[in-house]
């Protein structure tokens, strides 16, 4: 149900927010370089957990030019964090996730999403966990995976 | 006439898209102000003239709910128009920041012509 509900709705936001193609990734994902991303959030209401997304670097800097409608990466900034973006794009799936699991009536708070940069061991595990779910965005792996604590 | 807008949003991809869409959607924009927290959004507030402010909720240091509190019990700041642009969809805090004045709501993911049509709404269609 939980998994079901991260698909529908990742995809949903990701499309809308990203304007990338996005599909589920049931096998091994398509050869990637490190650096990794990992941004995560807890939330806390009826039931609390945690909501992480593990990309690489080189996608979180697509989506934040996709996101910024811009086609050259220096129009963003010398002060702009691509992973931002990402944090964004973790903040929208897990709003709308909660109420897909929840209902709409109970109120979760939510913890600002952190970003962090992840070894190559840490990407290695997600790829292999049965817990996380695997998408492409045009290609590239991402992976989000939910613990309900 | 132009508008100057404040954006409250922890995140600068936010605050990036909001601007983009106002500059791109044809209406006259005076100052585009932002802040990161309800804290600095206050401060700005109580410098700048600002016609109308697009709030996030979940936000450190100081949310948008408690951002929207402290601009109604404001003398000087309580009349100008709040739209809360945020990803909290449940309904019972949507009621809630209804009842604080909130003038609209608008849940992420956004369209560009949603916050267009809000804008035109609220300062009498230049959107």
Redesign the interface.
């Known amino acids: 149900m939980s998994k079901n509900a991260l698909v529908s709705v990742f995809s949903r936001?990701a499309e809308?927010?990203t304007f990338m193609f996005v599909e589920t990734l049931d096998g091994p994902p398509p050869p990637t370089e490190p650096p990794y991303m990992c941004v995560s959030m807890q939330f806390m209401g009826p039931f609390s957990g945690v909501l992480s997304l593990y990309a690489p670097g080189s996608l979180c800097r697509q989506v934040?030019m996709n996101?910024?409608?811009i086609d050259d990466p220096q129009e963003m900034g010398e002060h702009?964090?691509p992973c931002?973006?990402m944090?964004?794009l973790l903040?929208?799936t897990?709003?709308?996730l909660?109420?897909e699991l929840a209902g709409?009536?109970?109120?979760?708070?939510?913890t600002?999403p952190m970003a962090l940069e992840v070894d190559d061991s840490t990407w290695n595990s997600i790829v292999q966990d049965a817990e996380a779910q695997g998408f492409l965005l045009d290609d590239q792996p991402v992976y989000l995976k939910l613990l309900r604590s | 006439m132009a508008y100057n807008i404040l954006v409250v949003d922890d995140s600068a991809t936010v605050r990036a898209v909001i601007r983009k869409t106002l500059e791109l959607s044809g209406i006259e924009l005076g100052e585009f102000l932002e802040a990161a927290n309800g804290k600095e959004g206050l401060e700005t507030l109580r410098k700048s003239w600002v016609d109308l402010v697009f709030c996030d909720i979940n936000m450190p240091v100081m949310n948008g709910e408690e951002m929207i509190r402290a601009m109604r019990e404001d003398e000087e700041l309580r009349s100008i128009p709040v739209v809360v642009v945020s990803t909290e969809a449940s309904s019972t805090r949507i009621e809630s920041l209804h009842r604080l004045g909130v003038q609209d709501y608008i849940k992420k993911p956004f369209t560009p012509e949603m916050l267009r049509n809000v804008v035109k709404t609220l300062l009498g269609g230049q959107g």
């Open positions: 936001v809308e927010m934040a996101v910024l409608g702009f964090k931002d973006t944090c964004e903040n929208v897990c709003g709308n909660l109420p709409r009536e109970p109120v979760f708070n939510l600002p």
